[in-house]
């Protein structure tokens, strides 16, 4: 017996959509399944896994911004930043236990050893971005959510991080993390850490931004 063409074209429909219903219900009890801790876990291990990345990095004190540099990373020890820090036009690179500094006047390449600038407690955020992302676990996870952002659609997910090392001067500080994901991909793309000091009564925000994972980066010691 012919089937009618019309007849034939709703059946094949009807298997297609049916087929498109079964797969977006094993995908979302897929997704569900897996607790939101452990999704940020992986995310955070492939993050931190990566040898290079390029990142923008902001710091605000009860809303001021102290701090908003661009920069790129190269593990374990190379890093090119500019940006503006307190109010000032900067430009560093370090490779390895030496650090270059552009006069902002002449426009000349001054050099340091890194463990001066280290003894001043400065660029510890701005040099090592993935360190505000090293926890020894983080707490209370949980989801909120997704959002657009330019380099795609993201999860979004909360908690609270135990941090490996100490910030200098936050070590009794409470901190709240807001991360954005991509969940195919399992790596994170933004973080905003919200940091609330008792004495004095502070707040400091963290926002970083990430890309260019594992990219072939060149950096070099400037002309001096």
Do not use: C
């Amino acid at each position: 017996m012919k089937i009618p063409q019309k007849l034939a074209y709703t059946t094949v429909g009807g298997v297609i959509f049916l087929l498109i219903f079964v797969y977006a219900l094993f995908y979302l009890f897929s997704a569900r399944k897996i607790a939101p801790g452990d999704i940020l876990g992986m995310s955070l291990q492939k993050t931190l896994a990566s040898q290079s990345i390029s990142y923008q990095l902001e710091v605000k004190l009860n809303d001021q911004v102290l701090s908003r540099v661009n920069g790129q990373l190269i593990k374990p020890d190379k890093v090119h930043l500019k940006g503006n820090i307190y109010k000032s036009e900067v430009e560093f690179i370090r490779l390895g236990e030496v650090i270059y500094m552009k006069d902002i006047w002449t426009k000349k390449w001054i050099m340091f050893e890194k463990s001066k600038i280290d003894k001043l407690n400065l660029l510890v955020m701005e040099f090592s971005p993935l360190d505000l992302l090293t926890y020894k676990q983080v707490l209370s996870v949980r989801y909120k959510g997704r959002e657009k952002l330019a380099r795609g659609k993201m999860l979004i997910l909360e908690g609270q991080p135990v941090l490996q090392k100490d910030l200098p001067g936050l070590k009794e500080a409470n901190y709240q993390g807001r991360y954005w994901l991509k969940p195919g991909e399992r790596r994170i793309y933004q973080t905003v850490l919200e940091i609330k000091k008792t004495a004095p009564k502070q707040t400091i925000k963290v926002k970083i931004k990430l890309w260019d994972f594992n990219q072939k980066f060149e950096l070099k010691s400037p002309s001096i």
